[in-house]
Nanobody, 124 residues
Framework: QVQLVDSGGGLVQVGHSLRLSCAASGRTVSSYTMGWFRQAPGKEREFVAAISRSGVNTYYADSVKGRFTMSRDNAKNTVYLQMNSLKPEDTAVYYC?????????????????WGQGTQVTVSS
């Protein structure tokens, strides 16, 4: 079992950047495919990005491709989401999640463990 703690959210203006972190404890995060999801008020939780166990392969939602970068540091048991050129529609609570399946998957139902979420608000 792994415990995940999300951090790094905040209030930023359009076009600015944030970096989210997800620190894991318990079982090493290298055992899991990791994902980032987000949920805006009144909307379903949606896929943002995922990364393979080794960090070699990453996958992104079309809405964030080219602006967001997911990475992981298995030695630090931490994954990151670098968010650049933020837009108002990126406003949401962001969650990291861990999946025991070896390949990244975009549906939240596949993920076994979740962080508590961190709020990102982009003002125009």
């Amino acid at each position: 079992q792994v415990q995940l703690v999300d951090s790094g959210g905040g209030l930023v203006q359009v076009g600015h950047s944030l970096r989210l972190s997800c620190a894991a404890s318990g079982r090493t995060v290298s055992s899991y495919t990791m994902g980032w999801f987000r949920q805006a008020p009144g909307k379903e939780r949606e896929f943002v990005a995922a990364i393979s166990r080794s960090g070699v392969n990453t996958y992104y939602a079309d809405s964030v491709k080219g602006r967001f970068t997911m990475s992981r540091d298995n030695a630090k048991n931490t994954v990151y989401l670098q968010m650049n050129s933020l837009k108002p529609e990126d406003t949401a609570v962001y969650y990291c999640a861990a999946d025991r399946y070896p390949s990244p998957r975009p549906l939240p139902g596949y993920y076994d463990y979740w962080g508590q979420g961190t709020q990102v608000t982009v003002s125009s």
